[in-house]
């Protein structure tokens, strides 16, 4: 019976020591001047064609460092942008241009919207054109019409209007982008 009591100490003290899971941080007021880091995954439906990736995005004011990796870690593409031009390698080819959105779907057949994506990640409409916005019961935004795309906040990491979002649906013209964002860390 000592045994059991020891061995009951020792798995709730090995409990006890586990680090919490962390919970995605508020968005701030000024969340679109603000560096941020997203680790997920997305999944890509375009006509027949099916991907999926892990993601690691981490976007500053003059750059952008997106991995995007297999299940096991192995990288299928990094992405490197900022204002003079655009790098992408895979494990065996190197590419640049000048534009991201078009380089992306020259060598992975992807059509990711950049130039938005990097606001509605934050639940916000980007700046520079119309947005047709909709909105929950808690005030947070549940659904957006920009530059062709619609896009779906699904979940949010909690129930108050400046949460961020962690699962977002985004649909245009036969392609479908769904991500889910497991962390956030805005600087």
Same mark, same amino acid.
């Given at each position: 019976?000592?045994?059991?009591?020891?061995? /009951?100490? %020792?798995?709730?003290? =090995?409990?006890?020591s586990t680090?919490?899971?962390?919970? @995605?941080?508020?968005?701030?007021? +000024?969340?679109?001047?603000?560096?941020?880091?997203l680790n997920?995954?997305?999944?890509?439906?375009?006509?027949?064609?099916?991907?999926?990736?892990?993601?690691?995005?981490?976007?500053?004011?003059?750059?952008?460092?997106? /991995?995007? %990796?297999?299940?096991? =870690?192995?990288?299928?593409?990094?992405?490197?942008?900022? @204002?003079?031009?655009?790098?992408? +390698?895979?494990?065996?080819?190197?590419?640049?241009?000048?534009?991201?959105?078009?380089?992306?779907?020259?060598?992975?057949?992807?059509?990711?919207?950049?130039?938005?994506?990097?606001?509605?990640?934050?639940?916000?409409?980007?700046?520079?054109?119309?947005?047709?916005?909709?909105?929950?019961?808690?005030?947070?935004?549940?659904?957006?019409?920009?530059?062709?795309?619609?896009?779906?906040?699904?979940?949010?990491?909690?129930?108050?209007?400046?949460?961020?979002?962690?699962?977002?649906?985004?649909?245009?013209?036969?392609?479908?982008?769904?991500?889910?964002?497991?962390?956030?860390?805005?600087?």
């Amino acid at each position: 019976m000592r045994g059991l009591f020891l061995l /009951l100490a %020792l798995l709730l003290s =090995g409990c006890a020591s586990t680090p919490p899971v962390t919970q @995605a941080e508020q968005r701030p007021a +000024d969340a679109d001047q603000k560096p941020f880091v997203l680790n997920g995954r997305i999944a890509i439906k375009h006509d027949r064609d099916r991907s999926s990736a892990n993601i690691r995005w981490a976007h500053r004011s003059e750059d952008d460092d997106i /991995l995007l %990796l297999t299940p096991f =870690g192995q990288t299928v593409a990094h992405i490197h942008s900022n @204002a003079q031009e655009v790098v992408l +390698d895979t494990a065996d080819k190197h590419y640049t241009a000048q534009n991201t959105e078009e380089l992306i779907l020259q060598v992975l057949g992807w059509h990711l919207p950049m130039a938005g994506l990097r606001y509605w990640v934050l639940a916000m409409p980007a700046p520079e054109s119309q947005a047709s916005i909709g909105h929950d019961a808690n005030g947070q935004i549940s659904n957006m019409q920009q530059n062709g795309w619609e896009i779906n906040y699904i979940r949010y990491a909690a129930q108050t209007q400046n949460s961020l979002p962690l699962r977002i649906n985004l649909q245009r013209e036969g392609m479908e982008l769904q991500l889910l964002i497991d962390e956030w860390e805005i600087r």
